[in-house]
T-cell receptor, first 115, second 114 residues
Framework: ETGVTQSPTHLIKTRGQQVTLRCSSQ?????VSWYQQALGQGPQFIFQ???????GRGNFPPRFSGLQFPNYSSELNVNALELDDSALYLC??????????????FGEGSRLTVL | GQQVMQIPQYQHVQEGEDFTTYCNSSTTLSNIQWYKQRPGGHPVFLIQLVKSGEVKKQKRLTFQFGEAKKNSSLHITATQTTDVGTYFC??????????????WGLGTSLAVNP
């Protein structure tokens, strides 16, 4: 086990609704990255939080937003849900070094279905 | 934009046969990581390669990073049913500010017939 937990594990929403996904990072890791993985695809980087600040973002619209808390846990919020937002949302905690992101420790993911 | 291409998309082998997946980047990478994702599971880190021409082995798995740091491969010798899953490469781009994200390939799904 990675020590990274995500909730909820599964959820169903309808178009236009909003969703909040949660992630608790592995002890000692100050950085959390969020990824979207559509069926049969590789993970797509959404954004990264380091010490409560967003410090890297992929090609996702502003309706994807996040937070990181002082205990390094994190939330991903998605507003105005669209059908294409249906995917597995993965949270990864890590401890970046000068050489890069470092090994990512993934949670089990939250599977979102938008109807 | 920056891309990491991975081939083949699928591979079906008999248990005991070898397997190789290849990863190619359109730009030079700082380093590359490999992950394995079992069906219904989450990606699990396998290894990170940093140096040009680097070769690392983990039991039956051999990882290589190209001299130009644009390509990489994962080779599995004598596959077992426990090797089933999707293998992803994820590259880190050179340059300031690029140390915050990985560019992932689409993965190679491996099926092994017992």
């Amino acid at each position: 086990e990675t020590g990274v937990t995500q909730s909820p594990t599964h959820l169903i929403k309808t178009r236009g609704q909003q969703v909040t996904l949660r992630c608790s990072s592995q002890s000692g890791h100050n950085t959390v990255s969020w990824y979207q993985q559509a069926l049969g695809q590789g993970p797509q980087f959404i954004f990264q939080y380091y010490r409560e600040e967003e410090n890297g973002r992929g090609n996702f619209p502003p309706r994807f937003s996040g937070l990181q808390f002082p205990n390094y846990s994190s939330e991903l919020n998605v507003n105005a849900l669209e059908l294409d937002d249906s995917a597995l949302y993965l949270c990864a905690s890590h401890h970046p070094s000068l050489g890069g992101t470092g090994e990512l420790f993934f949670g089990e993911g939250s599977r979102l279905t938008v109807l | 934009g920056q891309q990491v291409m991975q081939i083949p998309q699928y591979q079906h082998v008999q248990e005991g046969e070898d397997f190789t997946t290849y990863c190619n980047s359109s730009t030079t990478l700082s380093n590359i990581q490999w992950y394995k994702q079992r069906p219904g599971g989450h990606p699990v880190f396998l290894i990170q390669l940093v140096k040009s021409g680097e070769v690392k082995k983990q039991k039956r798995l051999t990882f290589q990073f190209g001299e130009a740091k644009k390509n990489s491969s994962l080779h599995i010798t004598a596959t077992q049913t426990t090797d089933v899953g999707t293998y992803f490469c994820a590259g880190q781009l050179l340059g300031a500010g690029n140390n915050r994200k990985l560019i992932w390939g689409l993965g190679t799904s491996l099926a092994v017939n017992p």
